[in-house]
């Protein structure tokens, strides 16, 4: 029998044509190039979180359209959807490809000769790519270089278009990636050159009016816009208000990102054998929905292929389940959540594992303290995502464990920072789970976070302090230890652990699993009414005990925690 030859896995990699040629696997997407070629308006805006497969389809897009690729056109699409079933327009325009990412915002100069650098050097690639289309290529090249014109270098192709009768097409990469730096910068210069940008005479707003005007006039036959947040389309207004938004769009809720069947075809088709995937993949990865009517949840693809490219280079489990480059960075996060109203609720979220809210599609820079509008920006960025409406309200929750867990860390973050006392010494923290691993002695990991975390909150800390507050810490504490995989509110049928402690699989030496009851009252509460407390957590522990799922397990153990005020805590074990 002839063994299966595999092929690579595209980790990193979102050059469509060296996918195809160099035969790595590729989910195909190009069913929706014909969706959106039958779209009434041909000038379309689309966003979706970091590392969701946004920079690949552009430039699937780029190859199916560019007049220079009809020659390959059989080689790139023929096994693929879209070469089976070609639209009219494949390879009829000269496309031109923007990318706003990796711009200088450190000052309002930097920004307008970064951008108009930018903008300059996309044109001149542009001509010199289409050399053998416009004449004139070299002469418009070089009056660039001379003259070096800024945006205004967008008439030359309008220009050149028009007098070839050549049809254009637009693709704009991370429109809103120099936004997002400024809005993040958190302070009035970082706001004031983001204003002034997209002010009537800023350099952004000239950039997308000179679009806008070659769209309408049909010098720009057709126009694609991604990034990841929706602010600045709202601030641009009449800048750019052209664009049909697909964004939430049901029939496109799959385009980018794996649904479960792609993620098994990717596993067969290179070769990454299921006995190495040691977690649950859907509960880790996959979760997001961008609208309640979508056929399918999908996953991060970026997570995805991380996780597998670890398989098949070790051919063993990965160390670290979490790709570490998925990790947001701290400080722009915690710019974003530089309001008391916003950090309020981050913390519900966390302790609820989700939130009712409106979903806007469009919003400005100057609502961003507002309840919704931060809501909604923490769902286009990944933070969230769609499990249910009621009414005209969305339940939002954290898509997956993965995302969990940057809460967790930046939870403890934030309350170090609040909290200059408390502390995180590793080795304790490791050893004290270490025990509760190897000796099923939980104790020392409670009394552990009791005295160095619980007892040294601040009174702003203490404000939040209830069962909930304390189960979130727990978790990025236990989840520091990558001991154990907690899980919280864990189903056991009757009922919801506060949390369970699953030995990470990498680890099938950890001899003790944990199921964890929380209680929370106050330094002036009964003795009596602790006992209550107390009987109530034990009572619930011996029905998760009796559960189908947990029952008759002879490496589990179970404890009641019962903390009281900030520095003191009953724990028993029924």
Known sequence: METKKYKRLPYGISDFRRIILENYAYVDKTMYIEMLEKEANPNQFFIRPRKFGKSLFFMTLWYYYDLNAAGEFETLFGNLYIGKHPTPEHNTYAVLQLDFSGLDTSSEQGFVKSFSSNVQDAVRDFFRIYDSVFPEANLYVNQIDEERPGVAALQKVFYAAKQNNVKLFFIIDEYDHFANDLIAMGNMQGTDIYKS?????????????????????????????????????DDLTSGYNIANVLTMEPKYNEMMGFTQEEVEWLMRETGVDPKYINIDMPAYYDGYLFHK???????????VLYFFQQIISRQQPPENIVDLNMQIDYGRLRRLFKNEGNRETLLKIIKEDGIFSELLQKFPIDMLEDDTQF???????????IKGSHLNKMRLEIPNFSVKTMYWDYIVRMTRETSPLMTIQSQPLDESIVAAAMEGDITRFINYVSKNAFSKFSNQDLKHFDEKYIKALLLAYLFMSKIYIPMSEYETVPGRAD???????????????????????????????????????????????????LGNRSDLKAAVVVFIGKNKYKLSEP
């Open 197 to 233: 940008m997209i002010a009537a005479n800023g350099i952004v707003r000239d950039f997308y009016e000179r679009l806008k005007n070659a769209s309408k006039s049909s010098l720009v036959n057709r126009t694609f816009i991604t990034g990841i947040s929706p602010v600045m389309l």
């Open 375 to 385: 809501v909604s920006l923490l769902f286009y960025m990944g933070l969230l995502t």
């Open 293 to 303: 009517d979508g056929a399918h949840s999908v996953y991060n693809p970026a997570m």
């Open 499 to 549: 949390i369970y402690l699953q030995r990470d699989p990498r680890l099938p030496q950890v001899k003790w699993e944990w199921i964890l009851e929380l209680k929370y009252c106050k330094t002036t509460t009964t003795p009596a009414e602790i006992a209550k407390l107390q009987k109530e957590g034990e009572e619930q522990i011996k029905q998760y005990l009796s559960s189908h799922r």
